[in-house]
């Protein structure tokens, strides 16, 4: 006998959220461990006491976003599934009749009211501190790699700067750009040369012109840089900055520099003892800045394989640039070779 669905509205539910989510769920995983009884005490200096209406709980905001991120949704589309997420709701310790802040709310908290209260890497911590509890970091070997973000703007945006002072060439080289952008369609811009230096965009004057190559035309773009344990794949410092020929070497020494310095409070086992990255990062400068630090860097370099002989002079100079330049040459050759013994190894 063919069955239909006869159940009609009803005005009233009795509903127990905590028998909808599976005890398998993830949610429910990630919820026993998740500990966020510090958030309150980071965020206070940003609230006056006994002024204005009571705030959303920065907890339930904190959770909030942690799903955003968990679903890759937006403020808004986050808001209207917590409406109709059981599970969610169950995460972020709603009932069915609770209302769920708006969306604007999140973006104020995040991008002005706890801008500056350091929160979020607090958290990030907060995380890594469990992972090593747990014994999934040990810390020893890193690696660190960039990757390229689109930049929320179009090439439609780009105009040409105007006069120095107003809104002039920036003091960096231009980096990426040559070339126009090869856009389709009526563009008054087509045929045109874009460079950084001459053109800048009106949406989002941070992006910059950037290709890692040839073989791909420019864009505007960030950057993006992770500091992780290479066994575990945790990532330990992560960082976002503007799109530059240099970005990615100095972001990679300004993480591990911070990952050294917390690396006690956040209770690794071992401290780092090896940096590995690809080609991008094998410059003269940046793996002796790198064994400057005590870690091995396990990196191709942008140079011949051959052992080089350490540079000589058969006259002493007076000059304290040229001692500085001297001094520098003989750092690299000595860092290169360095690099090229251990190329050799099985590691």
Known sequence: MLGHNSSEPAHFQMVDLEALVPADHKLRKIDSVLDLEFVTEVVGECYTEGRGRPSVDPELALRMMLLGVLYDLSDREL????????????????????????????????????????????????????????????????????????????????????????????????????????????????????????????????????????????????????LIDTKSRVIVRRKVTEATSRAEREAALEMVDEALEVWDELGLAKRPEILTADKGYGSSAFVTEVLDRGLEPHIPLLAKEEIEAVPTWHRRTLSLERMRVRHRKVREVRARNRVRELMKTPG
């Open 79 to 226: 808001c209207d599934e917590i409406g109709m997420h059981a599970g969610m709701r169950w995460f972020c310790r709603l009932n069915f009749h609770d209302p769920v802040p708006d969306h604007s709310t999140l973006s104020r908290l995040r991008n002005a009211r706890w801008a500056g209260s350091g929160l979020f890497d607090r958290l990030m911590d907060e995380v890594i501190r469990q992972c090593s509890e747990a014994g999934l970091v040990s810390g020893r070997h890193l690696s660190v790699d960039g990757t390229e973000i689109r930049a929320d703007a179009s090439m439609k945006s780009l105009k040409r700067r105007g006069p120095e002072g107003e809104d002039g060439p920036r003091g960096g080289p231009s980096t990426g750009g040559g070339g126009g952008p090869g856009a389709t369609g009526e563009w008054e811009g087509r045929g045109e040369t874009y460079r950084n230096a001459t053109h800048v965009s009106t949406t989002d004057p941070d992006a910059q012109l950037y290709r890692k190559d040839n073989n791909q035309g420019a864009g505007l773009k960030y950057l993006g840089h992770d």
